[in-house]
């Protein structure tokens, strides 16, 4: 494999990282720092951890302490002095709406690709060994659970070295920080995002039993992170970092954050909310990251009923569709055990994943509703806010057919809109909420209906969701985050950015069920 090829240097590479972390996490507690955030010199707090400085970042601190008191001081002029600001990678890339969206996507893969990184003193970005693709628009970085979406469309592409180096990569960042943050950047060091890392595994390997067994130590590392002090767990109802405890000794996972801090590239806007709201700083900003770690940020999801951002409990509820990406995860380290040879291990994740399916269909199917929902830990009691996650066992065959049915009955009649799914029930004006579908979401309902053979519902999913693509396509020449999909007049709005094109897991969403493409499950059926 090419990941072995960048092991000599890995080491360097690490204490490097290790270095520019230090520096870059200090100016992120700095004067600068923190003034140009709340003062708002960009519209988007993203853009300015993104920049990159053009000296030391302790020299430019030195220089704002003795400039910023002259009386014709410029905090935007002096940021621009010392900076170079970002760019979109598609800022020069002009669509040709003559072509098909699918000719679209396949122009765009070479204008959303990064080779691999310099080291830039002072630059938030995380170095990573071989190429990548990013999502597009504001995100010039790799995102964890944007890369299995995006991936999909690049098997469709026939850009298997692509998948290859994006997996690559993955292991990389896990063998080298010790899980995949949410992004790389800085920024992102203290949180993760839905572990994916199997699916793109199974997805880069193809069926090649060879080539999983040597993902086996990143799969067990990325694991053990998800699971770090579950031996901690004394009691019904304690939860540690990512882990939680129920009954009958059955421990499952909620969405975390290592840092009770502001997040540096939404600053002003966390500052601003627990201001607002009064709430306890530490709790508030926890429970945001949280959220960010789910990759649902925001969604009336994680609130408490019928209120908004500032009563955010992420950290409370235990989420299915997190459950069921562990679950798979373990089925993969079963699968890769047994073709070591080392029964014994096999075996032990064999019951680890019987065990979390059991507690799945126990503590979040609701049989009246015939739909999965979340459960809330304090409370001990299911989420009475149902979202698309609740179709996530259907994804990995965790359920009988008649539950499948209710599920399916359940899309149709609650969720289903003229352009596709809808994210919740519920219009808080979050982007993970209704109007909006998102693509990474259509996908997982999409195939979780084909694989209990409920053909015509997977199909109006699917044939609606690539309608509105190419209808805005055709309208705007991009290929957007995310879609409005009650309304497919309107576009889709809400959070705390505007709507982004590019778009990575849009694009690999629309080949893949352009192809109406399957993916290798080594072996895992109803």
């Known amino acids: 494999m090419k990941r072995f090829s960048v092991y000599g240097i890995l080491l360097l590479l690490v204490f490097s990282c290790q270095k520019k972390e230090a520096v870059v996490q200090d100016f992120y507690a700095s004067d600068l720092f923190q003034d140009v955030q709340l003062a708002a010199v960009f519209p988007d707090s993203k853009t300015f951890v993104d920049c990159v400085p053009k000296k030391s970042l302790a020299e430019i601190q030195e220089e704002y302490t003795v400039e910023r008191n002259a009386p014709d001081f410029d905090l935007k002029a002096f940021v621009l002095k010392h900076f170079d600001i970002p760019v979109s990678p598609t800022t020069n890339f002009q669509a040709d709406t003559s072509r098909s969206v699918e000719e679209h996507i396949m122009a765009l893969w070479p204008v959303l690709t990064r080779q691999p990184d310099d080291n830039r003193q002072g630059s938030s970005l995380i170095t990573l060994p071989q190429s990548y693709i990013v999502p597009g628009g504001r995100f010039s970085e790799i995102y964890y659970w944007d890369s299995y979406f995006t991936i999909l469309g690049l098997k469709a592409s026939g ?4 998948v290859e180096a994006m997996a690559n990569n993955f292991a990389y960042l896990i063998d080298s920080i010790g899980f995949i943050p949410n992004g790389n950047r800085q920024y992102y060091l203290s949180r993760s995002q839905p572990p994916y890392f199997s699916l793109i595994v199974g997805v880069a390997v193809d069926g090649n039993d060879e080539k999983l067994l040597n993902y086996l130590p990143a799969l067990q590392r990325e694991y053990d992170f998800w699971m770090k002090d579950m031996d901690q767990l004394e ?15 059955v421990v499952l996972n909620r969405y975390w954050d290592n840092d009770p801090r502001p997040r540096p590239e939404a600053f002003k806007e966390d500052v601003h909310l627990q201001q607002q709201s009064g709430r306890d700083a530490e709790d508030l900003y926890r429970n945001l990251r949280a959220a960010c770690e789910s990759g649902w940020d925001f969604s009336a999801r994680w609130f408490e009923s019928g209120k908004g951002l500032e009563s955010i409990r992420t950290t409370e509820l235990i989420p299915v569709d997190l459950n069921c990406l562990l679950y798979y995860h373990e089925f993969m380290l079963q699968r890769a055990y047994a073709l070591k040879g080392d029964i014994e291990r096999a075996d032990l994740y064999t019951k680890l994943a019987e065990r979390r399916k059991a507690a799945i269909l126990k503590y979040m199917w609701n049989d009246k509703e015939g739909y999965f929902f979340d459960y809330h830990l304090p409370s001990q009691t299911q989420s009475a806010i149902p979202t698309l996650a ?3 066992p259907l994804y990995f065959f965790m359920v009988d057919q008649q539950q499948a049915i209710g599920v399916e009955q359940k899309l149709q009649r609650d969720f289903l809109g003229p352009g596709g799914l809808r994210t919740t029930l519920t219009e808080s004006k979050q982007q993970w909420d209704a109007p909006n579908g998102w693509a990474p979401l259509q996908w997982i309902a999409y195939r979780g209906l084909k694989n209990y053979n409920l053909v015509p519902s ?3 999913v699917r044939s609606r969701w690539l309608a509105v693509n190419t209808r805005v396509y055709k309208a705007t020449g991009k290929m957007m985050e995310k879609y409005n999909v009650s309304d497919i007049a309107l576009y889709a709005g809400g959070g705390e950015y505007p709507n982004q094109d590019g778009f990575g897991w849009t694009n690999g969403v629309y080949l893949a ?10 072996g895992l059926r109803k």
Not at 159 to 162: G, T
Not at 514 to 521: G, I
């Open 159 to 162: 850009k298997m070295d692509m």
């Open 235 to 249: 009691k019904s109802g304690d939860a540690i970092l990512r882990v939680v405890k129920l009954d009958d000794d």
């Open 390 to 392: 609740g179709s996530f």
């Open 458 to 460: 997977a199909d109006t």
């Open 513 to 522: 069920m352009a192809k109406d493409q399957d993916w290798t499950f080594f």
